[in-house]
């Protein structure tokens, strides 16, 4: 029979266990809470190249912590894009402060930058870029395999700037350049 005080324990024990399942944290970012910034116009005279030329060659990785391993970036589209007010614009509000860019994109500026995708091992490469300073970027992603309540997300958008003034280069993207409010 059922009496009060089993029903004050099953009522409680039941309070408990669906407030325990409601407080899980959250993962992956909160899209709702970041500034938007109006996207600044785009001057193509901002832009300084060399009269030589450059080839960029790297791999792109997550270090994981957990395995002790890496996360390469397979697949994955690398974009080199060059310095400009526009660009840096993008890199300081972007991947410094983690805002928002709004506005249309200027098809002159999009002209201006290359995308590569990574091999297997996340290894790409740029052929025939004119010398200059660049901004290096790509977005990395993976979920865990082994989720204790679901599965989460790691990674996200690294970025640096690079200065492409030899004949060849070799240089890595991985977490070490990771924009701190867009990457987990």
Known sequence: MFNIKNLKFLTLSAVLVLSACSSSPKQGFDQGSRK?????????????????????????????????????????????????????????????????????????????????????YGQYVFTNVPQGEYYLSARMYWLDTKPFSGPVEYGGLVAKRVNLNHSI??????DYDRCQRYFN
């Open 36 to 120: 938007e910034v109006a996207r600044a116009a785009f001057n193509a005279a901002d832009i300084k190249q060399g009269s030589g030329y450059a080839q960029l060659v790297g791999r792109a990785y997550i270090s994981d912590y957990k395995s002790y391993g890496e996360r390469t970036a397979a697949l994955v589209d690398v974009i080199l894009n060059p310095v400009s007010g526009t660009s840096t614009q993008w890199f300081e509000e972007v991947c410094r402060r983690g805002h928002v860019l709004t506005g249309p994109i200027d098809e002159r500026y999009r002209s201006k930058i290359r995308t590569v995708k990574t091999n297997q």
């Open 169 to 174: 280069h070799t240089i890595d993207l991985n």
